[in-house]
């Protein structure tokens, strides 16, 4: 909608999926999510079962658009459109969540680091449909993190980092990172290498930073790629320290 209000869309047929039964249910058990392609953003942003098993959603999805915004928009919506700043797209490939599409000819589920192609390109074929998305549990002892930049409140994220990490024997026992902005498509990049077996200090996050000297974020007319690597230092530093923070609090 966004899109044809700027005419940049100007479809001959619209379908309207809104009635299509049985996309708008969430479920938690065992500490997985599944989330139907029709539940709406605030729908997500405000479930207590599912922040209490990953309130990296909570975070990350008030993150996404406005409140009015979220009330109409879909998970399915936001992560079939794919858009650059797109919050949803960042966790659900830091959260390792999969996702479930569907032709009247088949249905496949693909893993969201191979969904998110580049801006507003996905593995969805043109008669493919997003019906669900699943998260899996979380391991116990993990906390996350995420940290965005925006011109203005709550706008589209310039920048914007998400982290997880576990602890386990008082250190940490894995970890991901995920940079949203820095690349065409959500970029994980490994740091468990970096992190796995020690306490998650000062230090260590700078080792982490370190890794982002070759960083090459695209430049547009928003920010250039050299501001969006300083942002992603930033935020990078912010989201693990929280991440770390977060998971002793579980642990404690
Ligand atoms: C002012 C404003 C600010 C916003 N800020 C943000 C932001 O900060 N972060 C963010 O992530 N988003 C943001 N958005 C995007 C918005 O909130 C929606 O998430 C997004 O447009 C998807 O909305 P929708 O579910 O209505 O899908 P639509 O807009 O109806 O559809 C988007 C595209 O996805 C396709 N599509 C929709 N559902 C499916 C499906 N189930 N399967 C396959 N294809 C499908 C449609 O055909 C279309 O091509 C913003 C929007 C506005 C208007």
Redesign the pocket.
């Known amino acids: ?3 044809m ?1 700027l005419r940049v ?1 100007k479809p001959a047929t619209i ?1 309207d ?1 809104n009635r299509v039964v049985g ?1 708008d249910g969430i479920s938690v058990d065992a500490g997985a999510v599944t989330v139907g ?2 539940v ?2 605030q729908t997500l942003v405000t479930h207590d079962g599912v922040a209490a098993v990953h309130p990296l959603l909570r975070e990350a999805g008030s ?4 409140h ?3 009330h ?10 794919a ?1 650059p ?5 960042a966790t659900t490939t830091l959260l390792g969540a999969t996702i479930t ?1 569907r032709s009247t000819k088949a249905q496949r589920t693909l893993a969201a680091s191979d969904f998110f192609l580049g801006p507003n390109q996905t593995a ?1 074929a043109a008669d ?4 669900e998305v699943q998260f899996p549990p979380a391991p116990a002892g993990t906390g996350f993190g995420f940290h965005e930049a ?1 011109p203005r409140y ?4 310039t920048a914007a980092a998400a982290a997880s990490i576990t602890i386990a024997d008082g250190v940490c026992s894995s970890a991901a990172w995920v940079l949203l902005r820095a690349a065409p498509a959500p970029l994980s990049i490994d740091v468990a290498s970096t992190l796995v077996g020690r306490v998650v200090d000062d230090a260590a996050i700078e080792n982490v930073v370190q890794s982002l000297a070759g960083l090459d974020p695209p430049t547009d007319i928003e920010a250039s790629g050299a501001h969006r690597r300083r942002l992603a230092v930033t935020l990078t530093r912010r989201a693990l320290a929280d991440a770390w923070a977060n998971a002793q609090e579980a642990v404690a």
Do not use: C, H
Request: charged share 20%; hydrophobic share 50%.
């Open positions: 909608m966004p899109r209000r869309e379908i999926i996309l392609a029709l709406r953003q993150y996404a658009g406005f009015t915004t979220r109409r928009g879909t998970v399915g919506g936001s992560i079939a459109f858009a700043w797109a919050e949803l797209a599409v969805l493919e449909l997003v019906t925006s709550r706008d589209y994220a």
